[in-house]
């Protein structure tokens, strides 16, 4: 097992109350991934204070400078791809695949923002007077904070601390307790990347206690927040007092729209991808589908038939297609929302089943599932699962397609599928 602590000031150290947890594999609760510090409101005061005095000499750099230490970074992080992506899926259980994908991506974030570093000028402005110059530069704001969420551990905290870090900004990062150790990671390829000590400082512990504290105090100048709806509403209201700079990316209710001129097979295996990949764990994950109702059935039929085909498993294992649950809280989450679904009206047309076969016992797992004629008003059709979990949503047309996709409070991404270019390109 690994063992991480909080990282103020550049050094490692416990939380102050000296507790800690520890994190089990999803796929596999017999195995013990890493114990972490329960850091609270002292800790985050103490990396509040460290990022102020880290600060200055760091905004005092040149971007290009700074752009430096990111574009090593890159390096360094693409240089441990398989062990990073192995220690992800440990923790957080998406395939291999997907982490490596994951890992990937960070690589490429850090290697952008340190080629951006060039570009981090301003602009002139033509003004109306003559003999006047009137220009923009952009400056470092001062104590940045950032908090993540679980359902990717290394990508979100690295396209929050790339930019932060090339503009000049000394940062604390709470990552979420589900899946910290990536996050640390990091945290340890940047310094020996050369970032100095207290420019970056990781808080690991209780959500409303630690990040509580980064939404309320007046030393954090801005704060960029990724994770529920709930949360997010409730940090924003503690930010726009004093006027904070906020950043909230939240979740979704992402409708595909089928019409009856699509290619049901390319529609099905777009909605499967977008569906059951990363185990539905995905804020932009596709969760309903509207359907033209002429063609409900026979896209159902193939839907299932991908469903059916996917391999449920430890992400380790060669040939799993689909992982676990991050952890039981969410496994059950998943499994009451395939309860209410059906108390609503929905008929359940695959998987919806905890499983428990083999080693399969050990581990979050559930099958990838598909609800028909789901009510377009239906909790199911308007609330956040963040499972494997899809609901269909038959239409008369394109029209009430539309208005339905429409019609919930937390859209995020939409798709359709049609051969009607005009109908895609109308709205
Ligand atoms: P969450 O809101 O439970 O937690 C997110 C972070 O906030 C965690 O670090 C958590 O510890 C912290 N937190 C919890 N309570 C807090 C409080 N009272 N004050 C301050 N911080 C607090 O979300 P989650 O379960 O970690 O992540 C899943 C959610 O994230 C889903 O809703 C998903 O859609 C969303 N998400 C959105 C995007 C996007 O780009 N829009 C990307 C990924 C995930």
């Known amino acids: 097992m690994r063992s991480y602590q909080n990282l103020i000031g550049g050094e490692w150290v416990s939380a102050q109350s000296g507790q800690t947890f520890t994190n089990l594999n999803p796929a596999d609760t017999r195995e013990a991934v890493a114990q ?22 760091w905004a005092a750099q040149t971007s290009v400078a700074r752009g430096r230490v990111l574009s090593k970074a890159a390096q360094l992080v693409e240089a441990r791809k398989p062990e990073l992506a192995e220690l992800l899926t440990r923790e957080e259980g998406k395939t291999l695949a997907e982490a490596t994908g994951e890992v990937q991506r960070t690589a490429d974030i850090f290697r952008f923002f340190g080629g951006l570093s060039y570009v981090l000028g301003g602009q002139t402005i033509p003004h109306d007077l003559p003999s006047q110059l009137l220009y923009t530069r952009r400056e470092p704001l001062g104590v940045v904070a950032l908090i993540t969420p679980w359902n990717f551990p290394i990508a ?90 906020a950043q909230m990316e939240m979740g979704g209710k ?49 839907l299932i038939e991908k469903a059916r085909a996917l391999i449920v498993g430890n992400g380790l294992k060669h040939g799993v297609t689909m992982g676990p649950a991050v952890s039981q809280a969410q496994l059950e989450g998943n499994l009451n929302y395939v309860q209410i679904a059906q108390q609503e009206g ?82």
Not at 36 to 57: E, K, M, S, V, W
Not at 174 to 192: G, H
Not at 213 to 241: D, K, M, W
């Open 36 to 57: 972490y510090p329960q850091g609270g409101r002292a800790d985050a005061l103490a990396a509040i204070a460290a990022a102020q005095t880290a600060f200055p000499g």
């Open 156 to 245: 979100i905290p690295a396209w929050k601390m790339a930019p932060a870090l090339v503009t000049g900004n000394a940062v604390i990062i709470k990552p979420a307790s589900q899946a910290p150790a990536l996050t640390c990671e990091l945290a340890k390829i940047l310094a020996e990347a050369g970032l100095p000590k207290g420019v970056l400082n990781v808080v690991i512990g209780n959500g409303r206690e630690v990040g509580g504290e980064l939404a309320a105090n007046p030393g954090v100048v801005a704060l960029s927040f990724t994770g529920s709806y709930s949360v997010g509403s409730q940090i924003y209201q503690q930010l726009a007092p004093r006027m904070a700079r």
């Open 254 to 302: 992402n409708p595909t729209i089928v019409l009856a001129d699509a290619d049901l097979d390319l529609a099905a295996r777009l909605v499967a991808i977008a569906g059951f990949g990363l185990t539905g764990q995905a804020c932009t994950a596709t969760s309903r589908v509207i359907v033209e109702q002429s063609v409900a059935e026979a896209f159902a039929a193939k």
């Open 346 to 427: 929905a008929s359940l047309l695959c998987g919806g089943e905890r499983l428990t076969d083999g080693d399969l016992a050990h581990g979050y797992f559930m099958q990838p599932t598909v609800l028909g004629n789901v009510k377009p008003t239906a909790r199911i059709a308007c609330e956040e699962v963040f499972g494997p979990v899809i609901g269909i949503i038959p239409v008369a047309g394109f029209e009430e397609a539309i208005a339905v996709a429409n019609s919930v409070d937390v859209g995020l991404s939409a798709s359709l599928v049609t051969r009607d270019f005009k109908k895609a390109m109308l709205y």
